[in-house]
């Protein structure tokens, strides 16, 4: 089976400082990647490479085998890209059903027939059934800003399976979640990827969250690669433990 997502050596500085130095690994088809590293570790740095946010000064991203460094995430995200942020993107005047339609009416069709579509642009069905799966029909006509930060964290994961991606990447989907949303986002998660096949890259701090969730894990320290394995090899291995989970 060839690799969804393949990063062989990105490079990225800024001054003196070497965010991300040579960076290598693979993403499967159908798996959930985790990575987790201390704070000034690279990973965001990394992540933002890989979506098109930042150039790498050295090395190659390939999609399903097609080199794509440094597109743009708009061109990323017609490839097959979807993302999350930390600090939430939803539209908070807007009702949740509404959001989810405009976060994939840009990636339908031309402008032209986007203008005689029917009000929806086609993709009601497409949204109701996201709605549903992500279990907030009962809140999916009220105005996004009105709900719990965990409905909106849904909400914005949500939006972005409305482009039918073969990848989402997550950046800190539990940050600043109630705790007893936290494993109702890793059963959904799960559901996902089960259901519809969905590859995930997650960045996270939350290490009971990463090591239930994800297959296998990166361990970034100072830029660098410093151990990928599963859960139960990362978990085992001293010198993740010595220098990041401190035990």
Not at 145 to 169: N, R, T
Not at 223 to 241: D, F, Y
């Amino acid at each position: 089976m060839s690799p969804l997502l393949q990063v062989t050596g990105i490079s990225k500085s800024y001054g003196a400082i070497q965010a991300v130095d040579g960076v290598s690994f693979e993403v499967m088809p159908g798996e959930i990647f985790g990575v987790i590293g201390p704070n000034g570790s690279g990973k965001t740095t990394m992540f933002n490479s890989v979506l098109g946010q930042i150039a790498p000064e050295q090395g190659r991203i390939a999609l399903k085998g097609r080199d794509i460094t440094g597109l743009s995430p708009v061109e990323l995200n017609r490839r097959g890209v979807g993302r999350t942020f930390q600090t939430l993107q939803v539209f908070g005047k807007m009702s949740v059903r509404d959001n989810l339609l405009v976060a994939a009416q840009e990636h339908r069709g031309t402008l032209l027939s986007r203008m005689f579509a029917p009000g929806d642009s086609g993709l009601g069905a497409k949204a109701d059934a996201l709605i549903a799966q992500f279990r907030i029909g009962d809140v999916a006509h009220r105005k996004a800003g009105e709900l719990s930060y965990g409905q909106q964290k849904l909400v914005d994961i949500a939006m972005a399976f409305m482009s039918d991606p073969d990848l989402v990447l997550l950046d800190e989907p539990c940050a600043g979640v109630n705790p007893a949303l936290v494993g109702g986002i890793s059963t959904l998660l799960k559901e996902l990827n089960r259901t519809r096949r969905a590859s995930f890259v997650v960045i996270e701090h939350n290490m009971d969250f990463v090591m239930d969730l994800c297959h296998r894990i990166l361990v970034m320290v100072e830029g660098r690669v410093m151990a990928l394995g599963t859960p139960g090899e990362i978990r085992a291995n001293k010198q993740v433990l010595d220098a990041y989970l401190g035990n």
